[in-house]
């Protein structure tokens, strides 16, 4: 009979930085630095917009496409003012203008792609010397646009288990067969609140994970009611206990204020620290420190890792491997890609972190799986990616060196 595990989860008996140290927050931005990435990014919109509000009128023969724009490029536009309003205000106006400003982003991302393969059709049937009904075109991608955006809609909140067997070497006994849930990226806040929770709560329950580990992103940056959201974890406890580090969104204010509301629910944070797991070395960074490789490598030399038994660390990107690498981590539990979310962004993200997007992937004698999350950011789409809880089942690694 295995031993229950509230005791090893006990404060730790080394030193651990204090909850307090961060990275730049929305809120360190000057109001000139705000407005030139407002404006660049507003332009940016406007000129999409503009792009796909034109093809349309001239497909579908619709008169004056200038008027066309004004409602679709103010929602566009709305989402800036909207992400930065909400990290001050639960106003529900906020929330609504914010979440259909998201939407029409999603829907806006593939009517862009529909407006150009309008005029490339159009233009390839000039050159050959046919020619298809403009209205006929325009309607079958733009159809095709809508439809994705409907089904990124509804897949975005289909969540799947991905169940992934890790081997690690040295795994003590008593974790041979065991479980573990990964779970990244909630995003709690104003669209996903606490109901989301308890749905994936629900969803834990009837996996009976031995723990979880919860890779960062529990918040979406907003500050309001992070109690009320985060309280359904304390309804809920494994027989390992449930393990979280900050991500990027969980320090977009004072870090301190969404680490507080995520201890009181019981939900143990681990601060830049080591706990010992009955025989597992469980070690989590925060995202500003993680982030940064000798900070990184500072905090792993600091808790002393075991090399002869395995280490996990939770840190919410996966970057400075390398670093985990050497200093003799066995898995790296990460998450923040959201694998791009959407088509073509999944193409994007695979581009800049590589096989390390999504996924278990090896560097060296470090094993690293990245989450998809469970929840979104900006549009609350997901195409050609699934939102995901990740059941890990350990058993140990015999052949490697
Ligand atoms: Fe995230």
Same mark, same amino acid.
């Given at each position: ?191 996903? @609140?606490?109901?989301? *929770? ?5 969803? #834990?329950?009837? !996996? &009976?994970?031995?723990? +979880?580990?919860? /890779? ?49 629910? @019981?939900?143990?944070? *681990? ?5 010992? #797991?009955?025989? !597992? &070395?469980?070690?989590? +960074?925060?995202? /500003? ?71 278990? /992937? ?40």
């Amino acid at each position: 009979m295995d031993e229950p595990v509230a005791s090893v989860a006990a404060e730790p008996p080394f030193p651990t930085r204090p909850p307090g140290r961060q990275a730049a927050k929305p809120a360190d931005f000057t109001l000139r630095e705000m407005a030139v990435f407002g404006s660049t990014a507003a332009l940016i919109l406007l000129s999409v917009n503009a792009l796909v509000c034109a093809t349309w009128s001239s497909f579908f023969g619709l008169p004056g496409w200038i008027a066309w724009q004004a409602l679709p490029g103010a929602l566009a536009v709305a989402f800036i003012p909207a992400t930065f309003l909400r990290f001050r205000s639960a106003h529900p106006a906020v929330t609504v203008v914010y979440a259909l400003s998201a939407v029409w982003l999603g829907l806006l991302n593939f009517a862009f792609f529909a407006a150009v393969g309008c005029w490339i059709v159009e233009g390839m049937g000039r050159l050959a010397g046919w020619s298809l009904p403009p209205f006929a075109l325009a309607a079958v991608l733009f159809g095709v646009a809508v439809l994705a955006t409907g089904y990124g809609l509804i897949n975005a909140r289909w969540i799947r288990v991905s169940r992934v067997e890790v081997r690690l070497p040295h795994l003590p006994e008593v974790w041979r067969g065991r479980t573990a849930a990964l779970v990244t990226d909630l995003h709690l806040g104003p669209l996903l @609140g606490a109901g989301f *929770l308890r749905g994936i709560i629900a969803r #834990l329950r009837s !996996l &009976q994970p031995d723990a +979880v580990f919860v /890779s960062g992103d529990m918040f979406d940056g907003s500050t309001h009611g992070l109690d009320q959201l985060v309280a359904p974890w304390s309804e809920f406890s494994t027989r390992r206990g449930i393990y979280y580090v900050t991500g990027n969104h969980d320090e977009f204010a004072e870090r301190s204020l969404f680490i507080d509301a995520v201890k009181r629910t @019981g939900v143990r944070v *681990l601060n830049n620290e080591k706990i010992s #797991l009955d025989g !597992l &070395q469980i070690i989590g +960074v925060h995202d /500003s420190e993680a982030g940064n490789p000798s900070e990184l490598r500072s905090i792993l030399r600091q808790v002393q890792i075991d090399r002869r038994s395995p280490g996990i660390l939770l840190a919410h990107r996966p970057v400075n491997l390398s670093v985990a690498e050497e200093e003799g981590i066995s898995l790296q539990l990460s998450g923040h890609t959201h694998r791009g979310q959407f088509w073509p962004w999944n193409l994007l993200v695979s581009l800049i972190y590589g096989r390390f997007a999504s996924g278990l /992937s090896r560097l060296g004698k470090l094993q690293v799986y990245t989450s998809n999350g469970v929840g979104t950011w900006g549009p609350p789409l997901r195409v050609g990616t699934k939102s995901e809880i990740v059941l890990l089942r350990f058993e140990e690694e015999l052949d490697r060196p």
